[in-house]
């Protein structure tokens, strides 16, 4: 169901047609990294990183005060938040990278899933497609021990990690259709996943053909303390384990050696950068074009909801790019690029069957205005340039999720009270009157 059958100028299928006149179809964009409860966060720890101290610390501290405060509703209600956001952007399938798995407290919950069901509820109430990344935490950071895993995050042992993965499988399964909802897994970082437990994770996501992602070499200080630990810097390390393949995504990888570029590239894996989140802790760009050379795929990803759309990070990228002339390679469209980062890498990464508008994929895609002041005089040839570097939100009129409408005029059929119920948990989490 809601899937493409066939394109069609035949004068019986036109007279049916219902016409989009003054707009343009393109598939539907997918996110391949977000923490969707980092949408209330938004605004509130945006300071310029002071060379003394941890460059994400303000933000941090933000992040694990809410870490403390969010019940299983208030998850609910940020999520729908931030999906809400990015299917009004043209997103049409999000990877969410959840760690957010005990009560406030610290204290497991009844159902070790429930924060996970919360997150897959909210992703089928907005209509966004979702591949739900389970997040292993095992400790702080390199060195530490398993007390030093945040509380709502931590696991407690990987044979539990394990059962909750296949009882989370199995709800999903049952719950959703498969293209609609699935589960993937994440090994939140080699910080905070020791090697062996990564292993055990990465055999038990293959045995499932599951997809495997993971943070890695955001800082040069995160590679120091790898080699420190286990003598490799985190890519080489997980090569050397076989943890690198299809269905690995490396999620930031920044800071790679030229040979573990080659290994990226061999094994076919991904890289999903996340431009915004980036460069507003102050971290670098990974060398995308070099990964993408060596065979790598290169997804785009919105991390913490600084801003929740794709293409901003698309533009970022490509102008941090610019900066870097005369050593950047020449001969790269940029608009073609990062619309295959955007739509037909992103879908790779996460095992998704949308990104692109082909016979038989879902009917996933988002229409634009083309006499938006954003838009209006691209000609056919530059107009995917035009709307990858320009496009403006407001441009967006309508998104459909496997043949049917979930934003139209512009507008969720939900929004009012989506974001009604989101400034009533800001207050909340915030507020004079909050914690
Ligand atoms: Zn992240």
Redesign the pocket.
């Known amino acids: 169901m809601g899937r493409i059958t066939r394109f069609s100028r035949e004068p019986a299928d036109l007279a049916g047609a219902r016409r989009l006149a003054g707009q343009a179809a393109l598939p539907g964009m997918v996110n391949a990294?977000s923490?969707a409860f980092h949408r209330v966060l938004r605004g509130r720890a945006e300071q310029r990183p002071r060379p003394d101290r941890d460059t994400a610390m303000p933000w941090r501290e933000v992040h694990d005060q809410a870490l403390q405060r969010l019940t299983a509703e208030d998850v609910f209600d940020s999520a729908r938040m931030a999906f809400l956001e990015m299917l009004l952007g043209g997103i049409t399938c999000v990877a969410e990278?959840h760690y957010l798995h005990h009560q406030p407290d610290g204290s497991p919950a009844a159902d070790p899933n429930r924060y996970s069901r919360e997150i897959l509820r909210a992703a089928h109430d907005v209509g966004v497609r979702i591949a739900l990344l389970k997040v292993a935490y095992a400790r702080g950071d390199f060195g530490g021990d398993a007390a030093s895993a945040p509380p709502r995050a931590r696991t407690s042992s990987t044979d539990q990690f394990v059962r909750e993965c296949e009882q989370l499988r199995t709800f999903v399964e049952s719950e959703y259709p498969a293209d609609e909802a699935w589960l993937g897994v994440a090994a939140h970082s080699l910080g905070a996943v020791p090697l062996p437990i990564f292993r055990e994770i990465g055999g038990y996501a293959h045995s499932r053909r599951l997809r495997l992602h993971a943070?890695v070499s955001a800082s040069a200080a995160e590679n120091a303390a790898c080699v420190a630990e286990y003598g490799r810097t985190p890519i080489a390390l997980l090569a050397e384990h076989g943890l690198i393949d299809k269905r690995f995504t490396a999620?930031?990888a920044i800071h790679l050696a030229e040979d573990e570029i080659k290994l990226m590239g061999a094994a076919r894996a991904s890289v999903c950068v996340?431009p915004v989140?980036e460069r507003s802790h102050g971290f670098g760009t990974a060398p995308v074009e070099e990964l993408l050379a060596a065979g790598a795929g290169i997804a785009l990803?919105t991390?913490?909801q600084v801003q929740g759309g794709l293409l901003e990070n698309a533009r970022l990228l490509e102008y941090e790019l610019r900066s870097r002339v005369p050593t950047r390679p020449g001969g790269t469209d940029p608009a073609a690029a990062w619309w295959h980062a955007a739509t037909v890498a992103g879908a790779r990464s996460l095992g998704a069957t949308t990104g692109a508008l082909e016979v038989g994929r879902p009917a996933d895609f988002f229409t634009v205005n083309l006499f938006d002041p954003a838009l209006a005089g691209a000609a056919p040839e530059n107009l995917l340039a035009a709307i990858v570097l320009g496009l403006e939100r407001r441009a967006i009129r309508e998104v459909w999720v496997g043949a049917r409408p979930i934003i139209t005029g512009g507008r969720h059929a939900f929004q009012g009270p989506i974001v009604g119920r989101f400034a009533d948990l800001q207050k909340r989490l915030w507020g004079p009157a909050g914690p």
Do not use: N
């Open positions: 990294h923490h990278f943070h999620v930031g996340c989140s990803g991390d913490r």
